[in-house]
């Protein structure tokens, strides 16, 4: 929201706020918030697990939704401001450019996601819907890989970030051992 | 850390002169130069000291709209300083460039260490208005002021034998944060060459000044390599070194990532490249929604006179 402002001031005085670039400075912003609001939607369960606050969960879904619409804008500003509306120029990056191939994998990993995740979908798919939600794993992944192969020099950004889902992963194969150690001590 | 992208602190709306305003000033400075007065323009403290003193012969107008000053003295590649375009302007500050002493090495006559007002002695510096073209994709206008840089190296005796001519920025970690990043892929000090012939086009200028002033530490005080039909990276920064060489010298981009930046890195639009398209370049500064200044990037950045230099050479393999 605080990006309407500023954008609002940029066309008002151009180059106040984002600088000589401003189509560059604009979507490197949206994708570092994109990024951020993905891995705040995967630390939702792990945090509700490590203290004891099932009630969080249900932050999830909206949460996700935030992550999906910043990846669309983000996209947008990409397509409009980068690529200038040219479909050649956006088909040539997504073959030529192995971090906006990265990248195009992340949000087309996500739209199913978006697309299922009213209560509606929830119900009809039952179980089937937790694995479909799974891919919000591969799409983080990608996701990662956009970041890392677009980083030019300086890899701090995407050590933090790989860091954080290096952290979330780790918690979820943690929980998944113990259940299966659980199990085994039940049966015996 | 791209996480926030700040107002850039030195660019204030006074600051980014207009075009005309510019051309103007340019011409007063130029009168008042010669006088060794050019301190009492008010726009920047800078320091003064060698420069003023020897005025320059201006420019002729120039087909291109010059980049207005504050956009060239706040957006940045000068990875010493830190990797957000503004780092280099908030934080090159801390650089001391004076005093500053250039070594001279390798295949010359007179090898050495020069003062930087040895090697101005006797030299006549010159504005020269060229097309700035980084591999980003994004291009400027800037009115430089140096002198040859064939005039420099022949001061040192070149030996027959000599082929290149490598070129160190500095390498000073105190002042230098990005020098100490420990996140970074690059290995410091920052290095790049050309081979001779390229070097002794009347082109390829040693700059010391812009935009009628001394160059502000962003943008490579006090000395830097300006290659106008190269991607800007090739025009190093903070000269320290210079060699002569027999052999081809090793250049920092082609080290981090050889199969994105070659040696020669000519301005080519044919030649894709594994990040940014090269057809075309957005001239800065570009604006949200008032039309971008998109431009077609040119062959050799639109200065066709050192097509002789690559005659008959693979410009897809040599990129
Ligand atoms: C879920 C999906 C995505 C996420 C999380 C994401 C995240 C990011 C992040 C964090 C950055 C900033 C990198 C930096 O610090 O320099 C970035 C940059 C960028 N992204 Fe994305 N992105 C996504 C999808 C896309 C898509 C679909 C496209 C276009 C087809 C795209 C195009 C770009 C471009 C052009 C940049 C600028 C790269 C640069 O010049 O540094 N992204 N993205």
């Known amino acids: ?188 | 850390m791209s996480f926030v992208i700040k107002t850039p602190a030195d660019v204030r709306p006074s600051e980014i002169t207009p075009e005309r305003v510019y051309q103007t000033r340019r011409r007063f400075m130029h009168v008042i130069g010669a006088a060794g007065l050019a301190s009492s323009v008010p726009a920047v403290a800078l320091h003064t000291g060698w420069m003023d003193s020897k005025g320059f012969a201006p420019a002729p107008p120039s087909e291109d709209t010059v980049t207005p000053r504050g956009y060239a003295t706040s957006f940045n590649n000068f990875y010493e300083f830190g990797t957000d375009k503004n780092d280099p302007a908030e934080l090159g500050s801390r650089l001391t460039t004076e005093p500053w002493k250039v070594e001279v090495a390798g295949l010359v006559g007179k090898p050495g260490t020069y003062d930087i007002e040895d090697l101005l002695t006797g030299v006549d510096l010159e504005e020269r208005i060229y097309r700035l073209r980084c591999v980003e994709a994004w291009s400027m206008v800037i009115p430089w002021i140096g002198f040859p840089l064939k005039t420099l190296l022949e001061r040192f005796n070149p030996l027959g034998s000599a082929k290149y001519v490598a070129f160190t920025t500095l390498y000073r970690p105190e002042e230098m944060p990005g020098q100490r990043s420990y996140f970074s892929s690059i290995k410091y000090p920052y290095v790049e060459g050309l081979r001779l012939d390229e070097a002794y086009h009347p082109l390829a200028i040693m700059a010391v000044g812009m935009y009628g002033q001394v160059l502000p530490n962003q943008n490579g005080a006090p000395l830097r390599l300006v290659v106008p039909w190269k991607y800007g990276f090739k025009s190093i920064k903070s000269i320290v070194r210079i060699e002569l060489t027999e052999t081809r010298p090793r250049t920092t981009w082609n080290l981090t990532a050889s199969n994105e930046y070659g040696f020669f890195a000519n301005v080519n639009p044919t030649v894709h490249h594994p990040r940014w398209s090269q057809g075309s370049e957005r001239r800065l500064p570009s604006s949200l929604f008032n039309g971008n200044r998109k431009v077609s990037t040119r062959m050799y950045n639109g200065y066709d006179e050192v097509a002789g230099l690559y005659a008959g050479m693979n410009l897809r393999l040599n990129y």
């Open chain 1, 1 to 188: 929201m605080l990006m309407g402002w500023d954008v609002a001031i940029e066309i008002r005085s151009p180059g106040s706020v984002f600088g000589a670039d401003p189509a560059e400075a604009i979507v490197v912003l949206l994708g570092t918030w994109t990024i951020r609001l993905l891995l705040v939607t995967l630390s939702i369960s792990t945090v509700a697990r490590i203290f004891k606050r099932p009630r969080i969960v249900t932050l999830r879904r909206t949460v996700g939704l935030w992550t999906f619409v910043y990846a669309c804008i983000h996209f947008t500003a990409y397509f409009t401001l980068l690529a200038e509306f040219s479909i050649s120029a956006w088909l040539e990056d997504f073959s030529e450019r192995t971090y906006i191939t990265a990248g195009m994998a992340a949000l087309m990993l996500l739209i199913p996601l978006a697309v299922t995740s009213t209560r509606n979908w929830q119900r009809r798919l039952g179980l089937r819907w937790r694995k479909l939600h799974t891919l919000i794993y591969p799409a983080a992944m990608a996701a990662l890989l956009h970041v890392l192969w677009a980083a030019k020099a300086s890899f701090l950004d995407v050590f933090i970030y790989g860091l954080a889902l290096a952290i979330l992963f780790g918690e979820r194969i943690v929980v998944r051992i113990r259940r299966r150690a659980g199990r085994g001590a039940i049966s015996r």
